[in-house]
């Protein structure tokens, strides 16, 4: 049951942790299932799938992007989103500005970054995430708020290597918000950990855990 999975997960993580349920490819009676279990957040990676959501459920969900958003699919979701956790370059954050002010709004943000070993995942180095935030021209991006950052580790058993770059995560956090953001009580987010490795996630610092198949079983593409 959902609703059991809901209620679980949610008293065994520390309140501070966010539970987005990441509901892709599931239909919308399967959220309507945790939303009657009291989950508002929910994470989507397909703007088409988000924005049907979006339309037929109730307007009190807070929807996430989690996955690679491309940036001429932002204007579909910059009415509703409430974050979007994988900005992976300076142009897409200047769209999402762009689209943002359009709809007379300030849309949060995370930066992602690259962690794991595997070449596929996208992600800043560290180098190049703090070269968008200081960016001269970051500042003009009035519609936009970095409140965290965000990142996958490799999909392994190996549980050293997620907890260690779990760890690298949560340094890059630390040393951007001292060096850019110490005056931004906003900045605080840590999105880190899925159904695998979300426990030690949560002991490494996370501060949003995204799940899926713990919650709502196996995907079928
Ligand atoms: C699909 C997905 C998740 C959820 O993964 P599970 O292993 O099913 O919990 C989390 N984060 C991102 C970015 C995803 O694409």
Redesign the pocket.
């Known amino acids: 049951m959902i609703r059991d999975k809901i209620l679980h997960i949610k008293s065994e993580i520390p309140e501070i942790v966010t539970l987005?349920a990441?509901s892709?490819t599931k239909p919308e009676s399967a959220i309507e299932e945790a939303y009657a279990a009291g989950q508002r957040v929910f994470?989507e990676?397909k703007v088409q799938d988000l924005v049907r959501k979006y339309e037929q459920l109730p307007k009190d969900i807070f929807w996430h992007f989690?996955?690679h958003l491309q940036s001429n699919k932002v204007k579909y979701i910059a009415p509703f989103i409430a974050l979007i956790?994988?900005v992976d370059s300076f142009k897409l954050l200047e769209v999402v500005n762009k689209e943002a002010q359009k709809n007379n709004r300030v849309i949060d943000c995370l930066l992602q970054f690259h962690i794991a070993e595997e070449e596929t995942k996208f992600g800043f180095s560290f180098e190049e995430g703090k070269a968008i935030v200081s960016n001269e021209n970051f500042t003009k991006l009035e519609n936009i708020r970095i409140v965290g950052v965000m990142g996958?580790a490799t999909y392994t058993h190996n549980e050293d290597q997620i907890r260690k770059e779990f760890k690298a995560l949560k340094a890059i956090f630390t040393d951007l918000q001292k060096q850019f953001f110490a005056d931004k009580p906003y900045f605080k987010e840590i999105s880190m950990g899925?159904?695998?490795d979300?426990k030690i996630a949560i002991e490494e610092g996370s501060t949003m855990i995204?799940?899926?198949?713990?919650?709502f079983g196996q995907?079928n593409y």
Not at 210 to 215: A, M
């Open positions: 987005v990441v892709k994470g990676n989690i996955g956790h994988a996958m899925m159904t695998q979300y995204r799940l899926g198949t713990s919650l995907r």
